[in-house]
């Protein structure tokens, strides 16, 4: 058998984390957590309000990616990569921050689109698997600064977009009207063309939503019951979220602006059915170092 150590790491706009998995390969792949890390550094907090990653903030993700050298030097990781989205996207400052990391922690930090975060996020999933060949799906994730939609049709990606909606920026005030009613109308014409059967959702608020419903493994959501629970929630106070449903205080705010975009999603699509496969950007990462480690291996 043979085993490799490969690790990710997703700078988000709501936290920052890393994953580290043996990736052992005999008849078949098994992708197995050896470590997973989340820091809540919300750089989203400051970028989508003053356009800048603060200083504060910034130190504090030098230290993080500092330690996070160390656990993968202890895990022997073979290769690794690292990832910012949406907060570092925008952030003015961005470049300053990713020399500072890098002079810090020695760690090459890489900026990618809304779009490619997306399809790497979708390398995880084995979605083909969840999707039937004669029906269209709604692929939503869900992130702290942005939120990006993947059209699949006949298992195939047709359509992708991301949209400036995300959990962060939304408790920040800082997402404009227009950004709502073009969300809406795209998802409305999109209804029209491929009349989407089901959602398939990604993001760590989502994730929680699925546990929080007691759900099973590949057990899907039900509109009305994301309705109910956003109802539910929004009659409790942060400090009652956190005490009720036994939230963290990341999680206790985050989750309601992330409800109301997977309900606005479903509803404008008049899909019912939310699948869930638990799945994220560091997993994405992974398993798209794994594909390139063994293209490598070929041409060697």
């Known amino acids: 058998m043979n085993r490799e150590t490969l690790a990710a790491i997703d700078i988000g706009s709501n936290a920052i984390r890393l994953l580290i998995n043996y990736v052992e390969e005999n008849a078949s792949v098994d992708f197995k957590k050896a470590a997973f890390i989340r820091v809540p550094i919300r ?3 400051d970028v989508f309000k003053s356009g800048y990653v603060s200083h504060e903030k ?4 030098g230290e993080a990616m500092l330690a996070f050298t160390h656990v993968m030097t202890t895990f022997n990781v073979k290769s690794f990569r690292a990832c910012a989205t949406s907060a570092m996207r925008e952030a003015k400052n961005g470049k300053e921050v990713l020399d500072f990391i890098y002079d810090k922690s020695g760690l090459n930090i890489e900026i990618i689109s809304g779009k490619e975060e997306a399809e790497t996020i979708f390398e995880a ?6 999707m039937s060949r004669d029906k269209s799906y709604i692929y939503v994730d869900v992130g702290g600064g942005s939120t990006e939609i993947t059209i699949y049709s006949n298992q195939q990606k047709v359509l992708s977009e991301s949209f ?3 959990t962060v920026r939304m408790l920040s005030d800082a997402v404009d009207k227009k950004e709502w009613k073009n969300f809406k109308s795209w998802l409305e014409d999109i209804a029209k063309l491929y009349n989407p059967s089901a959602i398939v959702g990604s993001g760590g608020n989502i994730n929680k939503v699925h546990k929080l419903m007691s759900k099973k493994a590949r057990e899907t959501l039900r509109f009305v019951e994301i309705k109910l629970l956003y109802e539910e929630l929004k009659n409790m106070t942060f400090e009652e979220r956190m005490k009720n449903l036994g939230l963290n205080s990341y999680r206790a705010d985050v989750i309601m602006p992330a409800l109301k975009i997977f309900i606005t999603v479903a509803k404008l699509c008049k899909t019912d059915e ?19 480690e063994r293209r490598v291996g070929k041409e060697c």
């Open 274 to 292: 939310i699948i869930v496969p638990k799945v994220g950007l560091a997993d994405g990462i992974i398993h798209l170092l794994r594909s390139e």
């Open 43 to 45: 750089l989203g907090e």
């Open 58 to 61: 910034k130190e504090k993700l």
């Open 125 to 130: 999933g084995d979605f083909a698997e969840l």
């Open 164 to 166: 400036p909606l995300g």
